[in-house]
């Protein structure tokens, strides 16, 4: 598996095809950014590198040794793997053994540490005395979604490595050549922000009733004789589950209010989010003006902002909601959110 063979993030991509080519790989490394953006994938792409037997900059994915280590049975290549909630300090341990070893048949010897920031303390003080003195024949990969819980000792030893959310138009081609229709391989592409490995295993009915739930709360908020039904769902719930099914939920109603702002201001249908709820759509053209559209979409980037820093989901579902109901030449009170 080469790098080509994995989505997006062409920017990191490049440095290491770089580091490779001036045989310049650092023997620490950490892979952070977004779930289902192919850092795991990546990781193992570069094992496959280091010990390519045909190339020097990127894996063949054709050699012995590619294929071993595509199939788990490289000696050299080894991942470290959380035991339940966290990394043990054994297992830590053990690589440490390993690692000062000369490789057994590769010419590098490569570890790859997955949901490093499960590590416990012992086994990150470990893993940060490693990372001190590395051997010159081994390198670690440290693969996180949440950097912050790595320890900044460990953070400053590693040449750190920015994934970003995979790009949708890249999705979609990735979801047709997997026999998904255009036209569902859009909107499932907007539906997971970014995460590659989500879009591939979601199921088709499955993302439309969630599509039709965020399309009646939308509706609710248009329509003043509903009133409760968005904050009845969301507004006095605490659970971190109905936390993302929230922040879904808010993207997937912005989705239709961007639809019909481009209804609005006439644009290209083509470029619909939501092009069979197009009739729909265009049914509330008269509802709301240009100015409460936009209105709504700032709304939504600031409860998403709040739900990503962890505050107290209740009050912003609340407060999303009360300052929709305020008049949008409330500027006092808008600036609030």
């Known amino acids: 598996m080469g790098f080509d063979n994995i989505l997006g993030n062409s920017r990191v991509k490049k440095i290491l095809r770089l580091a490779l080519q001036k045989n310049r790989l650092p023997n ?24 390519c ?13 590619c294929l071993a280590i595509s199939g788990g049975r490289f000696p ?6 959380p035991s339940g909630q966290v990394i043990k300090v054994e297992h830590v341990r053990e690589m440490r053994q390993f690692a000062y070893m000369r490789p057994m048949i590769g010419r590098k010897r490569v570890f790859i540490i997955s949901e490093a920031d499960k590590m416990s303390e012992d086994s990150s003080n ?6 001190e003195e590395p051997p010159l024949f081994s390198h670690f990969i440290l693969v996180t979604d949440n950097p912050h819980l790595i320890l900044p000792t460990i953070k400053s030893r590693c040449q750190v490595l920015q994934f970003v959310p995979v790009g949708r138009e890249e999705i979609t081609r990735a979801l047709v050549e997997k026999g998904c229709r255009e036209d569902r391989a ?3 592409s907007l539906f997971v922000r970014g995460n590659l490995e989500e879009a591939l295993d979601l199921n088709w009915d499955e993302v439309q009733n969630v599509r039709r739930e965020a399309w009646t709360l939308f509706l609710s908020i248009l329509k003043p004789e ?8 969301y507004g006095f719930a605490q659970r971190n589950l109905i936390r993302e099914d929230l922040k879904i939920t808010l993207e997937i109603m ?14 290209d249908l083509s470029l619909l989010l939501n092009p069979d ?25 600031g409860a998403v902002y709040g739900l990503a820093k962890n505050l107290n989901m209740s009050l912003i579902a609340s407060a999303f909601y009360s300052l929709l109901g305020e008049d949008t030449h409330d500027r006092d009170n808008l600036s609030r959110f």
């Not at 050299?76 to 793997?81: A, T």
Request: hydrophobic fraction near 40%.
């Open 226 to 233: 509903k009133p409760a039904l968005f904050l009845r769902s």
């Open 126 to 131: 470990t893993v940060l005395k490693i990372l």
């Open 277 to 301: 709820y197009g009739e729909d759509i265009r049914a509330l053209e008269n509802v709301w003006s240009l100015e409460r559209c936009w209105e709504f979409l700032r709304r939504v980037d």
């Open 186 to 188: 859009r909107i499932i």
């Open 76 to 81: 050299d290549v080894q991942e470290i793997k």
């Open 28 to 51: 620490s490394l950490l892979f952070y950014g977004p779930e289902g953006v192919g850092k795991r994938s990546l990781a193992f792409a570069l094992a496959m590198a280091v010990n």
């Open 53 to 65: 037997e045909r190339r020097r900059d990127e894996a063949c994915g054709e050699c012995p040794t």
């Open 254 to 267: 912005a989705s239709f209010c961007r639809d019909l702002v481009l209804m609005k201001e006439r644009g």
